[in-house]
């Protein structure tokens, strides 16, 4: 059966004329969906940032958004070191972790430290770091989720380094993001490089510390979006 698709321009004429606000309507219905910015790597180094709104009624071409210059600039309000290992074909992780916490009722491990599948180079598990940001889209103040693969780490821990030398918390900077094509043997794929650009006004920080807390109950949690690169799931 094939969904209508809803016209956009309608169903903000009857919200206007019943006297109800779209921006009100959606920031009450949209606490729990933070749309994702996902890396598309490709084999000759065009590799695409975009931003992934997921599946709606408006049409498939509207699903994701492109990231002009595959370069952003956000503030960093928290971030997890999240874990899963997968077994090939199911859509939830045989085991997860959040900070080295399982978040799973029988865990491979009880906690990361020391488990077998979280050894480097030997196990299966898959490590990333998710970023929870805020940044300004469409002239509003909007929350973005991006889970780091694990050869963007790196460099993540890289700009955290040079924060704390500079005696500065990760949310006190606006932090820009970019795509760095990189080529070895006979993979080629993109990782994200940090930098910094000024700090964020008095507004934005205020915002970052309300997300922080609204966002708490989602946060603890890892989904299937959270391991959609290639070789997240199963070894290259």
Same mark, same amino acid.
């Given at each position: 059966?094939?969904?209508?698709?809803?016209?956009?321009?309608?169903?903000?004429?009857q919200?206007?004329? !019943?006297? $109800?606000?779209? /921006?009100?309507?959606?920031?009450?219905?949209s606490?729990?969906?933070i749309?994702?910015?996902?890396?598309?790597?490709?084999n000759?180094?065009?590799?695409?940032?975009?931003i992934?709104?997921?599946? /709606?009624?408006?049409?498939?071409?509207s699903?994701?958004? !492109?990231?002009?210059? /595959?370069?952003f600039?956000?503030v960093? @309000?928290?971030?997890q070191?999240?874990r !899963?290992l997968?077994?090939d074909?199911? #859509?939830l992780?045989?085991?997860? !972790?959040? *900070?080295?916490?399982?978040t799973?009722?029988?865990?491979? *491990?009880?906690?990361? /430290?020391?488990?077998?599948?979280?050894?480097?180079?030997?196990?299966?598990c898959?490590?990333?770091?998710? $970023?929870?940001?805020l940044?300004?889209?469409?002239?509003?103040?909007?929350?973005?989720?991006?889970?780091?693969?694990?050869?963007?780490i790196?460099?993540w &821990? #890289?700009?955290?380094?040079?924060?704390? &030398?500079? &005696?500065?918390?990760?949310?006190?900077? *606006?932090?820009? @993001?970019?795509?760095?094509?990189?080529k070895?043997n006979?993979? &080629?794929?993109?990782e994200v490089?940090?930098?910094?650009?000024?700090?964020?006004?008095?507004?934005? $920080?205020?915002?970052?510390?309300?997300?922080?807390?609204?966002? *708490?109950?989602?946060?603890?949690?890892?989904?299937d #979006?959270?391991?959609?690169?290639?070789?997240?799931k199963?070894?290259?």
């Amino acid at each position: 059966m094939e969904t209508a698709l809803i016209k956009h321009e309608e169903i903000l004429s009857q919200l206007t004329e !019943a006297g $109800l606000d779209l /921006n009100e309507e959606l920031d009450l219905s949209s606490k729990i969906d933070i749309p994702r910015i996902r890396i598309e790597h490709k084999n000759n180094g065009k590799h695409r940032m975009y931003i992934d709104h997921g599946e /709606n009624y408006l049409g498939i071409d509207s699903q994701e958004e !492109a990231i002009e210059g /595959n370069r952003f600039k956000a503030v960093v @309000f928290s971030e997890q070191e999240i874990r !899963a290992l997968w077994v090939d074909g199911e #859509s939830l992780p045989k085991c997860s !972790a959040v *900070n080295g916490i399982p978040t799973v009722d029988d865990p491979v *491990n009880p906690q990361c /430290n020391g488990c077998p599948e979280s050894v480097i180079g030997e196990g299966d598990c898959k490590p990333k770091v998710r $970023l929870w940001l805020l940044t300004e889209h469409e002239d509003m103040i909007k929350p973005f989720v991006l889970a780091l693969s694990p050869t963007s780490i790196k460099h993540w &821990r #890289s700009h955290k380094r040079k924060l704390q &030398r500079s &005696r500065l918390p990760v949310i006190a900077v *606006n932090t820009i @993001f970019t795509l760095e094509d990189v080529k070895k043997n006979s993979y &080629r794929w993109a990782e994200v490089t940090f930098d910094v650009d000024g700090i964020p006004d008095k507004p934005m $920080l205020i915002k970052a510390k309300e997300a922080r807390e609204e966002l *708490n109950r989602i946060m603890g949690k890892i989904t299937d #979006s959270d391991f959609t690169e290639p070789g997240d799931k199963l070894p290259f």
